[in-house]
């Protein structure tokens, strides 16, 4: 019975498909007869891979930590003109404007909830004496802070207490330092600080110390802040906060939501480490491509008699192509899972410390290796081995068969 | 046919090979001459940096202002060259965009503390003595097309200035490249708030040896005063600013060890196949006579011939990419930073490296090839 053309046509493309898996499956099969050339995919593969899931996972490990700082609710007073609260200096009497402004939340005894806070940076010495790195001290308001920053909790230990020399110390800057345990002794200016708590959940302030901020005033004798912040009633509430200290000529204030002031110093770094990720990985890639291509010619040049007789017997060109293409394919895929697999134990919930750029001192980011980093790895491990694959593919199919087959 | 001949022969046996393995070799070598040379020039930076030079602050972070007087005070104490007062400000040019830093100090004692600095000796006079006159660096005045004699308004923070460019200056230090050295005299009159307090004090010392101990003495005299200061060379301050990108020597040197275990397995497979498809040849050679070294003299030039090549022309790209890579790292001063000297030999050591460890091997097995056996098949 003839067939109607339509009906041929699916039959050639299932054909097709069909011939591809099965020639697939052949060459597949004997990939342990050229193991070590196939290897030659996974490991150049693995390489780009590995570079571009581990800088992907820090530069988003980066901006969560960041971005998981800021609260639409709160908003951050520094002076006018300066860019971040290192470089910010308040001096009492903006405070009273700064209470006094509307929008201000208040607690149920009627007490603004407002820190002013000092930051410091102090040396931490290692175990062998030498400075082993440095961490900021921020002093906040002690009777605010809980209700300023409800997301900061305490895992061990008690807060510190006003006018007493005590800090407490965030989970990530604990993981970092091993001398900022709890009973520590820190070194404040001539003084001996102690560590009496730790706290997790607060973003950046993780790799942070905090203490009473007029204590440490004290301590070093100041009299200024470096920044304030202040509980908003409502996230709308922040417009009329601003209007009213903006407009006040009395004091000279830049007045900020908090997540915009994380999110800016965040963006710049996570970006430049994204861009440094996709160019060395995308470099890698390149130089992957090309160690595909070689594969692939030298094993469609081992497989040169087997091509030929699957096409004397009827196999279609395409189902050769096909095949070239999907081992590339594979062999590139399994690259990227070993790249991504390395990465993850190697420095899966490792620490690393790093900068966000101009205003935020030593972030110190816990690296997730996972979901979307591993996942670009593998879209491009795909691209590599459609890449690497093709040339050698369409040589294959174009092979002279009566020629490949004749005895040499 | 001479040696050289037989090496070229073997590389065009399989060209397609030859041109793809060469590519890959370059690829890596673009990374490892992007990675290394970001590293050699952070050190030279860092041996650019004046040991000789103090920067005084205070101990509390972020900019607190220290008394004027201390600056005085500083001059005193025993090992101490010249010290001059430092404070920034940041002037708006024009568009609100266009910001550029000016220092005020005492332009007399700064030229003193960086001798490097070039600038004619009659302009430094002639603005030192007068209170708006402004050095600019020479970068900054061709960018803004300023000269001598013209007359500059900036927006600041806490005032506007007024400056008169009295002189052009070249500075050695590319952080410097784009600044403005003014009065401190006349910043600190515009300033409505801070009055008679600087940001810090350079001081330049008689010995590098005794760079510790003047720094102590100098935190000591203030260390019971309301204003704590510390102190540190230049060098101790651009080695901290740059630790403060954090554990970036870790990245490079994982992603260098990355690159190299990739590398090897490539080009040592890539040569494998070579010498396994001309074991025939290498044979026939032997026969003729070629003793063993030739042979493996044949095939480790070969690949060093694709290494040392891909492995340079890498490095070319390299050098082209690492402007554009460092002009990231603004605040560093790492703007004029290239494909140095010492990474630029770096990456040839490891090209060689990479050649021999996957040529001797191989070498070795060419010349063990067994005539009689492989010739009878």
Partial sequence: MPMSPRLYRVDTAMNTILQTIAVSMMSVRSLPQRLIPSLVIVIGMGGAAAVLVAMLSLSRGLSHTISSTGSADRAIVLRAGADAEEASILPRDALAKIVGAPGVARMPSGQPIVSTEILTT??????????????????????????????????????????FHELVVGGAAQG??????????????????????????????????????????????????????????????????????????????????????????????????????????????????????????????????????????????????????????????????????????????SVMSTVSGAGINNVIVRLHVGGGPVMAGMAWACVVGLLGGLLPGLRAARLPVETALRPA | MSYAGLVWAALRRRPTRTVLT?????????????????????????????????????????????????????????????????????????????????????????????????????????????????????????????????????????????????????????????WIIANYDYINASRPRDKDTVMGILASVDD??????????????????????????????????????????????????????????????????????????LAVLKALGFPNAALQAMVLTEALAVCATAGIAGLGI???????????????GLRSLHLMHGAFLECIGLSLIVALASGVPLARKASHADVAKTLSG
């Avoid at chain 1, 970006?271 to 995308?282: D, E, F, Q, R």
């Avoid at chain 2, 260390?223 to 704590?228: A, G, K, Q, R, V």
């Avoid at chain 2, 554990?247 to 190299?260: K, Q, S, T």
Wanted: aromatic share 8%; no cysteine.
């Fill in chain 1, 122 to 163: 102090l040396n931490i010495p290692g175990a062998d004496g030498r400075v082993a790195g440095s961490v900021t001290l921020r002093g906040v308001s002690a009777d605010t802070s809980t209700s300023l920053r409800p997301e900061i909790h305490l895992v061990e230990g008690r807060t510190f207490r006003p006018g």
């Fill in chain 1, 176 to 349: 970092r330092f091993g001398s900022l345990g709890i009973g520590h002794p820190v070194k404040v200016l001539n003084a001996q600080w102690t560590v009496v708590g730790t706290f997790e959940g607060g973003g950046t302030h993780d790799a942070e110390l905090l203490g009473d901020a007029e204590t440490l005033m004290g301590a070093y004798r100041r009299t200024s802040f470096s920044a304030v912040t202040v509980k908003l009633t409502s996230p709308i509430a922040f417009r009329d906060f601003r209007r009213a200290l903006m407009s006040d000529p009395a004091i000279s204030v830049a007045v900020g939501p908090e997540w915009y002031y994380y999110e800016a110093h965040s963006q710049i770094f996570a970006k430049l480490l994204t861009l440094v990720a996709t160019v060395i990985g995308g470099i890698m890639a390149v130089g992957a491509v090309f160690a595909a291509m070689n594969t692939m010619y030298s094993a469609v040049v081992a497989r040169t008699i087997e091509i030929a007789t699957l096409r004397a017997i009827g196999f279609g060109a395409s189902a050769v192509i096909g095949s070239v293409l999907i081992e590339a394919l594979l062999l590139a895929l399994l690259g990227s899972f070993v790249g991504g697999a390395v990465v993850w134990l190697l420095l899966n919930g």
């Fill in chain 2, 22 to 178: 060469a590519l890959s070799v370059a690829a890596a070598f673009v990374v490892l001459g992007a990675l290394l040379g970001f590293n050699a020039g952070v050190s030279a930076l860092l041996d650019s940096q004046q040991a000789t030079v103090l920067r005084v602050v205070s101990r509390v972070a972020g900019g607190a202002p220290l008394p004027v007087a201390y600056t005085q005070r500083i001059q005193t104490v025993r090992g101490v060259a010249s010290a001059a007062s430092a404070v920034l400000v940041f002037g708006r040019y024009q568009r609100p965009r266009n910001v550029i830093p000016v220092l005020g100090t005492d332009m007399k004692a700064l030229f003193t503390i960086y001798p490097r600095f070039a600038v004619p000796a009659a302009q430094l006079a002639a603005a030192a003595s007068m209170p708006t006159a402004a050095l600019v660096a020479r970068e900054l005045a061709q960018q803004q097309h300023w000269k001598v004699g013209d007359r500059i308004a900036l927006r600041t923070a806490t005032g506007d200035l007024e400056l008169d460019v009295a002189g052009i200056y070249i500075p050695d230090d590319p952080e410097l490249a784009t």
């Fill in chain 2, 208 to 281: 590098i040896a005794r760079a510790p101990e003047i720094s102590q003495a100098i935190d000591s005299l203030f260390e019971n005063s309301l204003y704590p200061t510390l102190t540190e060379t230049e060098r101790q301050y651009r080695v901290s600013q740059i630790n403060r990108i954090g554990d970036i020597g870790l990245v490079v040197n994982a992603i260098v060890a990355a690159v190299l275990f990739t590398l090897l397995f490539l080009t040592a497979n890539s040569l494998a196949q070579s010498v396994r498809e001309r074991m025939g040849e």
């Fill in chain 2, 318 to 332: 390299a050098a082209l990419l690492l402007p554009a890579l460092t002009s990231n790292f603004p605040t560093l």
